[in-house]
């Protein structure tokens, strides 16, 4: 009686995002399991990803799929008890106390170095790529950090810090074309790794630090795909820290997926097995906690190429499943491509963004003409 209701809640929830369930379109729920309508409606998307993981149902074009669930914005028609849970203790508690700093590194950044390398393009560079005149990802790459460094007008002899610098792509790419030299950090061990050997020889520093202890003075100072995991009680220290070791005629750029409404808590689903104590910041959120310290520059939007790059990887992800399974399994696999395919389908709907911000410490001089 209750799964029966359940379904038809579902189907509810469906029918304006023309999605059938047992259906014949690449984009329709195939179930296996009827429990997955109880789950789907009483836990939203932590009951609808695990029952996926757990091969309760199944879809040709998960990244279809969520893109009509989410243009319809039938997330925010689902009020859960983890929802509700979750958004109390995100008001409450500070859940990226500096204790749990390392939690995401420990989850997430050192699943495998084998995984990422396979996965991500030539450099590493874990974040949206930049697909302007491009069908590449080592391109798509190459552009963004480009694009980053040409938009803090890099001149050979700064001193950069990089703020989550991940398996030190940016850093080295920094070095190599811009002659400067870079700090960078990250709270993964296994990125440290491999950062620290792709950068040997090269006037890069790289450490396990949290951003909370950085101190020193640098020309520029810029985070990619970093602040997601910040929380939006430490997004005005973020800023502190960053005006404190940046020189007065310095620049920072922030590189962040954000939301279009401010939130306390991220997706209990994503939390639990992808990013633990993570968030997405709105953009009154970031605009509030840097007012008073930096001045905007610049703030560019480029949400579809995130759902490209995701397309990417997941392309790379099955190509290399081969070479991965006998390590990982399929319950990570389904995980994994449930994590992909929901992201991109939800940067398509514009559900989340992607920003680049560009702040100085005392406003730009004269008349200045940002990259594209």
Aim: proline share 4%.
């Amino acid at each position: 009686m209750v799964n029966n209701y359940c379904k038809k809640q579902l189907e509810r929830l469906f029918e304006p995002a023309d999605i059938s369930i047992n259906g014949t379109r690449r984009w329709d729920m195939q179930i296996h399991q009827p429990l997955v309508f109880r789950r789907a409606i009483t836990e939203g998307n932590l009951g609808l990803g695990e029952a996926y993981m757990d091969g309760w149902w199944d879809c040709h074009d998960l990244d279809e799929f969520f893109f009509r669930l989410l243009r319809t914005k039938a997330d925010e028609k689902i009020l859960t008890p983890i929802n509700l849970v979750g958004k109390w203790i995100g008001k409450t508690v500070n859940l990226q106390h500096p204790s749990r700093a390392f939690t995401v590194g420990e989850k997430h950044y050192n699943t495998g170095n084998d995984l990422f390398e396979r996965m991500l393009d030539k450099r590493m560079i874990y974040s949206c790529g930049y697909w302007k005149e491009t069908d590449s990802l080592d391109e798509a790459q190459e552009k963004k950090l480009r694009l980053v460094f040409d938009k803090l007008q890099l001149q050979p002899g700064m001193r950069v810090l990089d703020i989550g610098c991940g398996w030190g792509g940016a850093a080295r790419f920094a070095a190599e074309n811009y002659g400067v030299s870079v700090t960078a950090i990250t709270v993964s061990t296994e990125q440290a790794k491999i950062a620290q050997e792709e950068c040997a020889g090269l006037p890069v520093t790289i450490s396990v630090t949290d951003y909370r202890t950085m101190q020193g003075s640098f020309d520029r100072i810029y985070s990619i795909g970093m602040f997601e995991h910040v929380g939006h009680k430490n997004y005005r220290n973020y800023f502190r820290i960053v005006s404190n070791c940046l020189k007065p005629d310095g620049l920072t750029l922030l590189h962040t997926i954000g939301i279009n409404q401010p939130c306390t808590n991220g997706d209990p689903w994503s939390c639990k097995y992808i990013f633990p104590n993570s968030m997405l910041p709105a953009a009154s959120q970031i605009a509030k906690n840097y007012e008073g310290l930096f001045t905007l520059e610049d703030w560019h939007v480029f949400t579809h190429d995130y759902s490209l790059t995701l397309k990417a990887w997941h392309e790379n992800f099955e190509k290399q499943w081969p070479n991965l399974q006998h390590r990982y399994g399929e319950r990570f696999y389904r995980m994994w491509c449930y994590y992909l395919l929901s992201f991109s389908g939800s940067f398509r709907a514009r559900s989340i963004q992607l920003w680049q911000v560009l702040l100085s410490k005392n406003g730009l001089p004269g008349r200045t003409t940002i990259p594209r």
